[in-house]
């Protein structure tokens, strides 16, 4: 069993920063992809960030320029780095990570946060 756990929300005012962590952890596994997605109350959730495991980048246009995604690949974790934040930034961030290994027989399978709240007050 491979469990992710977010860290790192809370409330920030506008323009301010925050910074989520996310740790897998679990046996003999290897990641394919680790990612950030969001979902504000009534809404869907939506992809706010991923990495692969060869550090490729993708991030939503709402956040482009603001938000950072990076991973310590040495300790499972991905980061986000959010600056400028918005009102609209508010929502539940959760983390996703793709993964396989001798426990999945290779193929890939996909674990997910409990998610962290993310306020940001105007």
């Known amino acids: 069993q491979v469990h992710v756990v977010e860290s790192g929300g809370g409330l920030a005012q506008a323009g301010g920063s925050l910074k989520l962590s996310c740790a897998a952890s679990?046996?003999?596994?290897?990641?394919?992809?680790m990612g950030w997605y969001r979902q504000a109350p009534g809404q869907e959730r939506e992809l706010v960030a991923t990495?692969?495991?060869?550090?490729?980048?993708n991030y939503a246009d709402s956040v482009k320029g603001r938000f950072t995604i990076s991973r310590d690949a040495a300790k499972n974790t991905v980061y986000l780095q959010m600056a400028s934040l918005k009102p609209e930034d508010t929502a539940v961030y959760y983390c996703?990570?793709?993964?396989?290994?001798?426990?999945?027989?290779?193929?890939?399978?996909?674990?997910w946060g409990q998610g962290t709240q993310v306020t940001v007050s105007s």
């Open positions: 679990g046996s003999a596994f290897s990641v394919d992809a």
């Open positions: 990495i692969t495991g060869g550090s490729r980048t």
């Open positions: 996703k990570l793709n993964y396989r290994g001798p426990t999945t027989g290779w193929g890939t399978r996909e674990s």
